[in-house]
């Protein structure tokens, strides 16, 4: 699953088309809950691994543990099929010394299909499912997540970050840590509330749609925004200065200084709307 999601990733990145062919809805449709919850230490890494379609949401909290609600929905065109999907569309721990990965598997994952009876049915490999996550994590947790398409929501955790996701619509609150993000299309809302962020660096790229980034009035970093082919950049963040002199702000490009700079701020769009604004501090 993650090495497909990274290949039309890459795809969408290079400026290429991934179309999809739809097919007529099946008849039937049963959504199932799963749930698991175990101890994991602060300071460790929990990398997860969505379905093709599906959302994520992860949730900073004071206990020591990790606790997965997962919603699975399957579609098939009689019972009997969805007993069969059922069965075989759900979420696997791997746990280790401070790391934990969470995995989707269903008949998207080929290699977790070679695992099961040969006779599954050919047919249902195509039917629609997904799972939607709420996983709740220690609050200084590194994450690693890999998704298709489906929303994206990360508030309340501490760490370092790294995302890669299909198409989204991406709602991520910066407490401290870093993040490296790349998502295909969709839309991506960034915000660092406080001004006093423990972070060490922020490197976020969007192929396709708007991204939103709200800033503390006062931060010290080193700005970096840029469109790399069609859009604009929509500056409402006061406070910036060039960092090179002489050099001017421009609706493709901006390379700035907020306060006496420091953290490095890297924001990049291929294709659409960059928006940086203030967010108190």
């Known amino acids: ?8 990733l890459a795809l969408l990145l290079a400026g290429l088309t991934v179309t999809a062919f739809s097919q007529a809805s099946p008849q039937f449709k049963r959504t199932t809950t799963k749930t698991d919850r175990f101890e994991f230490g602060v300071g460790g890494t929990i990398a997860i691994t969505g379905a093709p379609v599906g959302s994520i949401r992860v949730e900073g909290w004071k206990s020591r543990e990790i606790e997965i609600t997962a919603e699975i929905e399957v579609q098939a065109n009689s019972e009997e099929d969805l007993v069969k999907l059922g069965a075989i569309t759900t979420f696997v721990t791997e746990e280790n010394l401070g ?18 009876e040969k006779k599954f ?23 690693q997540i890999d998704g298709g398409t489906g929303d994206l ?22 407490v401290g840590g870093s993040v490296l993000g790349v998502f295909g299309k969709g839309s991506v809302d960034l915000v660092i509330p406080r001004r006093s962020w423990r972070g060490r660096f922020a490197d976020v790229s969007l192929n396709s749609g708007d991204m939103n980034v709200h800033l ?21 963040f006061d406070g ?11 609706d493709k490009s901006i390379v700035a200084l907020s306060g ?3 953290i490095p701020l890297r924001f990049t769009v291929g294709d659409g709307t960059l928006t940086l604004s203030g967010a108190g501090g």
């Open 1 to 8: 699953m993650k090495t497909r999601n990274a290949l039309l």
């Open 216 to 236: 503390p009035n006062g931060m010290n970093a080193e700005l970096d925004a840029t469109i790399l082919r069609t859009g604009k950049i929509e500056n409402g």
């Open 99 to 116: 790391r934990t990965g969470i995995i989707s598997v269903g008949a998207f994952d080929k290699k977790y299909m070679k695992k099961l």
């Open 240 to 250: 910036l200065k060039p960092r090179v002199r002489k050099a001017e702000f421009t």
């Open 121 to 143: 049915p050919k047919q249902l490999l195509s039917m629609p499912t997904r799972i939607d996550y709420v996983i709740k994590v220690p609050q200084y947790t590194d994450l």
């Open 153 to 174: 929501t990360i508030e309340g955790v501490e760490g370092t970050f790294r995302l890669n996701y299909l198409e989204t619509h991406a709602k991520i609150n910066l």
């Open 260 to 262: 006496i700079g420091g």
